[in-house]
Nanobody, 121 residues
Framework: VQLQASGGGLVQSGGSLRLSCVASRDIFSINAMGWYRQAPGKERELVAT???????NYADSVKGRFAISRDNAKNTVYLQMNSLKPEDTAVYYC????????????????WGQGTLVTVSS
């Protein structure tokens, strides 16, 4: 499975962006999709995950501001990001896992190339 992430860009603090991740094939058979991010000088961290059944999980830092969703018919996963803060600045990666509920990055089998999100203060 190849994953293509897009939608990043420069936005002011308090603004919104929607990231998209298109898979090269049917994602219905992939159990979980996730978004990770990596800021300069920091480790990659989980942002959100969504299972085939639609269950979601979020990092505490984005709860109430970000929403992950998936459209199996379009082989696409989205990350709606609202009330963005400068600390959200990072490269955002989408990932796919064959596990039902992956809990760490090593449990994801496929990764996209990343899209840069920059939030100015």
């Amino acid at each position: 499975v190849q994953l293509q992430a897009s939608g990043g860009g420069l936005v002011q603090s308090g603004g919104s962006l929607r990231l998209s991740c298109v898979a090269s094939r049917d994602i219905f058979s992939i159990n979980a999709m996730g978004w990770y991010r990596q800021a300069p000088g920091k480790e990659r961290e989980l942002v959100a995950t969504i299972t085939t059944g639609g269950s979601t999980n979020y990092a505490d830092s984005v709860k109430g501001r970000f929403a992950i969703s998936r459209d199996n018919a379009k082989n696409t996963v989205y990350l709606q990001m609202n009330s963005l803060k400068p600390e959200d600045t990072a490269v955002y990666y989408c990932a796919a896992s064959s596990r039902m509920l992956p809990t760490k990055s090593a449990e994801y089998d496929y990764w996209g190339q990343g899209t840069l999100v920059t939030v100015s203060s």
